[in-house]
């Protein structure tokens, strides 16, 4: 089996957070992913259907063990930049683009310092969403907001209207996104977000370079994924090196600017580098 996207990107990468559940090494724990999942996918991600530890027989099964080691090590390293703003007194954590994200749940720290929790994505999105929390809990938790909004259409400024308040030092995260965005939207949400960042407050994405966008040799595996991508109707639209976006960051007034491919992330974690660095990669900034 491969990565069935179903009909979303989102349902994809919650999939591998839960795959991961069932792997020898677990480095991001998650109770809570299965939520979203029926028993049938449970089940066959448990016989590892997905072959995430075998070699590869192919570019295409390469590319989705590449995925998939990106999502985990990208989810714990936003973590990490949640964690460290908790703690040196972010009040608010925004997700933009948050499909199927956990971390309300799961990061002790958000609970215990109630922090205000916003999560934005498409209405179908945040609809089904709804339904899981619901089905499950009954209702929605106290300091989690689920937002529906279109970053290509609507104004982030009405998030105000849910209670978000950009005075507040708050954590920025915008992951697993940008890519599905054209330009002028990307340049949008970072504009929204630099006009409403307290000096306290991080910002963490990521992006990809742009061998990402089209098929080419240099990704390899890159075409099949191309094709899965514009079945679902979700085709990457945005890439850009790293170093164009830290001079991009920079005109646009951002500082401190981290960034980290791949390889960089695996580094940091498992202490090795096999990754590509010609993929994804993501950034930390502060204003
Ligand atoms: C690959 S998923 C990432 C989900 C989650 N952040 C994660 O890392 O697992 C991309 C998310 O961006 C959302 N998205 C894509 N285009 C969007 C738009 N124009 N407005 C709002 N959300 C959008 C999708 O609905 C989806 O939930």
């Given at each position: 089996?491969?990565?069935?996207?179903?009909?979303?990107?989102?349902?994809?990468?919650?999939?591998m957070?839960?795959?991961?559940?069932?792997?020898?090494?677990?480095?991001?724990?998650?109770?809570?992913?299965?939520?979203?999942?029926?028993?049938?996918?449970?089940?066959?991600?448990?016989?590892?259907?997905?072959?995430?530890n075998?070699?590869?027989?192919?570019?295409?099964?390469?590319?989705?063990?590449?995925?998939?080691?990106?999502?985990?090590?990208?989810?714990?390293?936003?973590?990490?930049?949640?964690?460290?703003?908790?703690?040196?007194?972010?009040?608010?954590?925004?997700?933009?683009?948050?499909?199927?994200?956990?971390?309300?749940?799961?990061?002790?720290?958000?609970?215990?310092?109630?922090?205000?929790?916003?999560?934005?994505?498409?209405?179908?999105?945040?609809?089904?969403?709804?339904?899981?929390?619901?089905?499950?809990?009954?209702?929605?938790?106290?300091?989690?907001?689920?937002?529906?909004?279109?970053?290509n259409?609507?104004?982030?400024?009405?998030?105000?209207?849910?209670?978000?308040?950009?005075?507040?030092?708050?954590?920025?995260?915008w992951?697993?996104?940008?890519?599905?965005?054209?330009?002028?939207?990307v340049?949008?949400?970072?504009?929204?977000?630099?006009?409403?960042?307290?000096?306290?407050?991080?910002?963490?994405?990521?992006?990809?370079?742009?061998l990402?966008?089209?098929?080419?040799?240099?990704?390899?595996?890159?075409?099949?994924?191309?094709?899965?991508?514009?079945?679902?109707?979700?085709?990457?639209?945005?890439?850009?090196?790293?170093?164009?976006?830290k001079?991009?960051?920079?005109?646009?007034?951002?500082?401190?600017i981290?960034?980290?491919?791949?390889d960089?992330?695996?580094?940091?974690?498992?202490?090795?580098?096999?990754?590509?660095?010609?993929?994804?990669y993501?950034?930390?900034?502060?204003?």
């Open positions: 089996m491969s990565i069935d996207m179903g009909k979303s990107t989102n349902k994809g990468t919650a999939m957070k839960f795959a991961h559940q069932f792997q020898p090494n677990v480095i991001l724990q998650d109770e809570y992913v299965s939520w979203f999942f029926d028993d049938s996918t449970a089940k066959s991600l448990q016989e590892n259907s997905l072959n995430l075998v070699e590869p027989v192919d570019d295409s099964q390469r590319f989705q063990q590449i995925s998939y080691w990106y999502t985990i090590l990208r989810e714990k390293y936003c973590d990490e930049v949640i964690v460290d703003a908790l703690a040196s007194g972010c009040r608010q954590l925004l997700l933009l683009g948050s499909g199927y994200d956990t971390r309300f749940f799961r990061i002790s720290a958000v609970r215990e310092r109630a922090t205000a929790t916003f999560e934005v994505d498409l209405p179908e999105t945040i609809n089904n969403k709804k339904k899981y929390l619901s089905d499950k809990l009954g209702h929605i938790p106290e300091g989690l907001t689920l937002i529906p909004l279109d970053f259409h609507d104004d982030l400024n009405s998030l105000d209207r849910y209670g978000f308040d950009n005075t507040l030092p708050t954590a920025y995260v992951q697993g996104v940008s890519y599905y965005l054209p330009r002028e939207s340049s949008q949400v970072l504009d929204y977000i630099k006009s409403q960042m307290t000096p306290d407050s991080v910002l963490v994405f990521d992006c990809c370079s742009p990402m966008t089209y098929k080419n040799d240099q990704v390899p595996g890159i075409a099949s994924s191309i094709d899965q991508l514009s079945k679902i109707g979700e085709p990457y639209l945005f890439g850009m090196y790293s170093d164009e976006m001079n991009w960051l920079e005109e646009k007034g951002f500082q401190n981290e960034i980290l491919q791949q960089d992330l695996e580094d940091r974690v498992l202490h090795k580098r096999t990754l590509p660095s010609n993929m994804w993501v950034v930390s900034a502060k204003v």
